[in-house]
């Protein structure tokens, strides 16, 4: 079978919603404003290193979605979040502090990771190339509030960029983060992650597999107020039995109720 960080992630969330998404066939509709532009960024960033209209490509990828019905939050809309988007790429032009060689080869870049018996981990990596001269891995982001920096060291702790560092072993990486907002900006962020974090998420992911292989998905509430997570997950519905909240937040794959007789396992 093939993993990857993010049934990795979802799993350790609540395992019965990767149950939901990766055996019971439920997705979320694509629906979140702020998801689908980030999508469509990273198409436009793309196409900037392969000099080609960055500005152009944004928006024939956003226009797309202009008459479609989104959820957009932060006082966005479809028209604000284009403008802001061309702002953040001549902005990334002018600052100028990121090169990447070869970008037919470094962008997108497919790592597959052998893991026990037939296994895989997939994942693909943004870009490799350089930061302030700097060799590393490059991860893009694209959000509306900046991200935190302090302590120093915290970006070392972001799951997602050790699992990059070790899918790759490269120990330099950075995340260069968009942030929309009334004065655009852009965070440039580095770390190393060092040779232990590495091995400690390669044992997280074995661990992780071995737990799904045995088909245990139990629910893993995370209604605890104030904090109450669940309340925000998709896949709220099916947890509490409610048909107009699974039809409003999910569609299903076709043939995937082919795959209910899983249920015998999870009870």
């Known amino acids: 079978m093939i993993y990857s960080y993010t049934q ?21 509709k694509d629906t979140r404003a702020a998801m689908l532009f980030g999508r469509a960024f990273e198409r436009a960033l793309a196409a900037f290193f392969l000099r080609q ?41 002018q600052e100028d502090r990121v090169r990447i060689r070869q970008p037919r080869r ?24 350089q930061l302030d001269d700097r060799d590393c891995l490059l991860e893009w982001k694209t959000t509306a509030s900046r991200y935190p920096e302090k302590p120093d060291g915290l970006l070392a702790l972001d799951p997602q960029l050790v699992c990059y560092s070790w899918i790759t072993g490269i120990s330099e990486v950075a995340q260069v983060v968009f942030v929309r907002k009334l004065l655009v900006e852009i965070q440039y962020l580095h770390t190393t992650i060092p040779d232990e974090q590495r091995r400690e998420f390669s044992q997280l992911v074995e661990a992780t597999v071995r737990q799904i292989e045995s088909a245990q998905f139990l629910p893993h509430s995370g209604i605890r107020f104030p904090q109450n997570p669940c309340s925000s997950c998709p896949y ?3 947890c509490l039995g409610r048909q107009e909240l699974v039809e409003a937040a999910l569609i299903r794959r076709p043939g995937a109720e082919q795959l209910d007789w899983l249920d015998e396992l999870h009870y």
């Open 53 to 93: 209209d960055a500005a152009a490509v944004l928006f024939q990828e956003w226009m797309f979605y202009q008459d479609q019905k989104l959820e957009y939050s932060h006082g966005d809309s479809w028209d604000r979040m284009l403008e802001q988007g061309i702002q953040l790429l001549e902005r990334f032009c």
């Open 236 to 238: 709220i519905g099916l």
């Open 8 to 28: 990795i992630s979802q799993y350790l969330t609540c395992p019965r919603r990767y149950r939901h998404h990766y055996l019971d066939g439920w997705q979320e």
């Open 106 to 129: 470094n962008l997108q870049i497919k790592f597959v990771r052998p893991l026990s018996g037939q296994n895989e981990f997939v994942a693909y990596i943004d870009a490799i190339g």
